[in-house]
């Protein structure tokens, strides 16, 4: 669906509340079509749209399974951050260039932001109270990096948190 104007999505709400507009977890393809602007671009072939597809609004994706949406993300973030032609965003946290993770920390406390701090996967993960995950990495690969130093990567809203 094509709309005259562009949807904004507030970065602040979707860390805090998981509220992405109206689009939730468990949607289906169709629902989404007809009541959000179609993505700027998706990804599918044959032997994988039967089990997840990505559509793409500039830097973030929605990931489906089979039809339903199962996760929201992204990890192109940085400076051109950005929601493609059919979404402003206020990028809020993510308007910090390299945010590394003792400043988010200090900003979603200041936020009365919720979390749950893991090590996982080589680098920390934040859990919000809201099921979005901050996935934090050491990128220059400095040994003995502080992990409060460690920077943004990505983040997602999923349905199995896991």
């Not at 940085?78 to 900003?107: R, Y």
């Amino acid at each position: 669906m094509k709309l005259e104007q562009k949807i904004e999505i507030n970065i602040f709400d979707f860390f805090k509340y998981g509220k992405f507009d109206y689009i939730k977890l468990g949607h289906t393809k169709e629902w989404i079509i007809n009541n959000f602007p179609d993505p700027d671009d998706f990804t599918a072939n044959d032997l994988f749209e039967k089990r997840c597809s990505i559509w793409r609004y500039g830097d973030i994706e929605f990931h489906f399974t089979g039809n339903t949406l199962s996760l929201i993300y992204s990890d192109k973030l940085g400076v051109e951050f950005n929601g493609g032609e059919s979404l402003i965003i206020d990028k809020w946290i993510l308007n910090a260039p390299n945010l590394k993770l003792i400043k988010a920390l200090e900003i979603l406390n200041e936020n009365d932001i919720n979390y749950e701090k893991k090590e996982e996967w080589g680098g920390i993960n934040l859990k919000l109270e809201s099921g979005v995950k901050l996935l934090f990495h050491n990128f220059a690969e400095i040994d003995g990096l502080n992990k409060n130093d460690y920077e943004l990567f990505a983040f997602g809203l999923e349905v199995l948190n896991y």
